[in-house]
């Protein structure tokens, strides 16, 4: 019997090492959002780079 795989499986994964108090602070605002916390990291690290790029742009 094959194990289903989920499209997720197939995209990158990444560890990352945040300061004390951090997730505590992206799982309240990802609750606020209605977002998993994994979508609110992505929401959030794709919002700064479009800042970036804006603020590059001006």
Do not use: C, H, W
């Amino acid at each position: 019997m094959s194990r289903v795989t989920y499209p997720s499986e197939q995209l990158d994964k990444f560890l990352v090492r945040m300061p004390n108090g951090l997730r505590d602070s992206l799982k309240q605002t990802a609750k606020q959002n209605r977002r998993s916390m994994n979508a609110e990291i992505v929401f959030q690290l794709e919002r700064a780079i479009e800042n970036e790029k804006a603020e590059a742009r001006s």
